[in-house]
């Protein structure tokens, strides 16, 4: 980190420019993803982050309480014993039980903003697994039909239909596509956190010593304040 990298100016570019991969890292930044450079030149992403105490205590508790609370299914006033409902409170694949698929799924939608699950049927229609996605590594957009826009997510191999996901979201944009993470969100202060740490720790790595000290004399401070300097005499008596 130097003097001068807050005033370097950073590379501008959109979703509209067709030479933009969707790996980008500019890409990830639209989706609440990626690294992000705080104001105080810190590079703040999810793992840094996390490093922040208060963040991992919030995500870790928030998280772990949801995931334990039972989680139900209502059509209307009628709870939905069929389908999907009948997958939110068990093993959702073979390898995922209910609490690690739910305490993932709140965890990365408290950090990046979002949670997207595969929900895979066979050829009836019936369901038969979930499948957590990376959110990072799908592109959701909005496809115009002929009753009423919907979503589509894409990944580097495949387009999902919103009616093959579940689509967790923290907070959405005003277009409803597009989300707002806590972490990106908040970018600037915990930036401000890990720098200060690094700093404490620098000054313990070198015997808690300052770098610098600032020494000043009585007369000059009297001079700066426009105080009238006191003689000798008068102290004495």
Excluded at 111 to 121: C, D, E, H, P, Q
Excluded at 163 to 172: C, H, N, W
Excluded at 179 to 197: E, Q, V, W
Excluded at 201 to 221: C, D, N, R
Aim: glycine share 8%; proline share 5%; aromatic share 8%.
């Amino acid at each position: 980190m130097g003097l001068f990298d807050n005033f370097k100016k950073a590379e501008a570019r959109s979703l509209k420019n067709p030479t933009v991969p969707v790996s980008a890292d500019n890409f990830l930044h639209l989706m609440g993803w990626g690294d992000f450079h705080s104001t105080s030149g810190v590079t703040v992403n999810i793992d840094t982050a996390l490093g922040v105490p208060a963040v991992w205590a919030a995500v870790n508790f928030i998280s772990g309480t949801l995931a334990s609370l039972p989680l139900e299914v209502y059509r209307g006033n009628e709870r939905v014993t069929d389908g999907i409902g009948t997958w939110l409170n068990r093993a959702i694949n073979p390898t995922t039980s209910s609490f690690q698929w739910r305490k993932y799924s709140y965890e990365q939608t408290l950090t990046g903003g979002r949670s997207v699950t595969l929900i895979l049927r066979n050829g009836r229609g019936d369901v038969t697994d979930l499948v957590p996605l990376d959110p990072a590594d799908l592109h959701v957009q909005e496809v115009m039909t002929s009753e009423f826009p919907t979503k589509t997510y894409r990944s580097k191999s495949r387009v999902y239909q919103a009616s093959e996901v579940i689509d967790l979201t923290f907070m959405q944009k005003h277009n409803q596509i597009d989300i707002r993470g806590p972490i990106m969100a908040n970018k600037d202060i915990i930036g401000l956190a890990i720098a200060s740490a690094r700093y404490g720790s620098k000054a313990f790595q070198s015997g808690g010593i300052p770098p610098a000290v600032l020494q000043g004399h009585f007369k000059a401070v009297q001079q700066l304040s426009g105080r009238p300097r006191m003689s000798r005499q008068r102290l004495r008596s």
